[in-house]
Nanobody, 124 residues
Framework: QVQLVESGGGLVQAGGSLRLSCAASGRPFSRYHMGWFRQAPGKEREFVGAIGWSGGRAYYADSVRGRFTISRDNSKNTVYLQMNSLKPEDTAVYYC?????????????????WGQGTQVTVSS
């Protein structure tokens, strides 16, 4: 499995921006489909978005489409989540995850490797 470490979380005011990073190690990063999930207190983990191994196509949950952008740099073994126009309801622990052998994946069950998560708090 690939090891994943997220960074970049923090406290931001509503309307602000944050960029999360997820650094991978242990296996060839370019083989993996990478996803972002989030989990708010008392709620189930939910899909945020994902990107294919080549980085050419990303897809998103309706709740973040148009505000969040996922990208990846395979030369740096890193995937990014750029979050703009943040809302208080975006407050959650954000996780990156890796999946192999998939073309598209939106369920947490599709992803076999997970990071430890990074907290994002959006104040109103």
């Amino acid at each position: 499995q690939v090891q994943l470490v997220e960074s970049g979380g923090g406290l931001v005011q509503a309307g602000g921006s944050l960029r999360l990073s997820c650094a991978a190690s242990g296996r060839p990063f370019s083989r993996y489909h990478m996803g972002w999930f989030r989990q708010a207190p008392g709620k189930e983990r939910e899909f945020v978005g994902a990107i294919g191994w080549s980085g050419g196509r990303a897809y998103y949950a309706d709740s973040v489409r148009g505000r969040f952008t996922i990208s990846r740099d395979n030369s740096k073994n890193t995937v990014y989540l750029q979050m703009n126009s943040l809302k208080p309801e975006d407050t959650a622990v954000y996780y990156c995850a890796a999946a192999s052998g998939v073309v598209k994946a939106t369920s947490s069950a599709d992803f076999g490797s997970w990071g430890q998560g990074t907290q994002v708090t959006v104040s109103s």
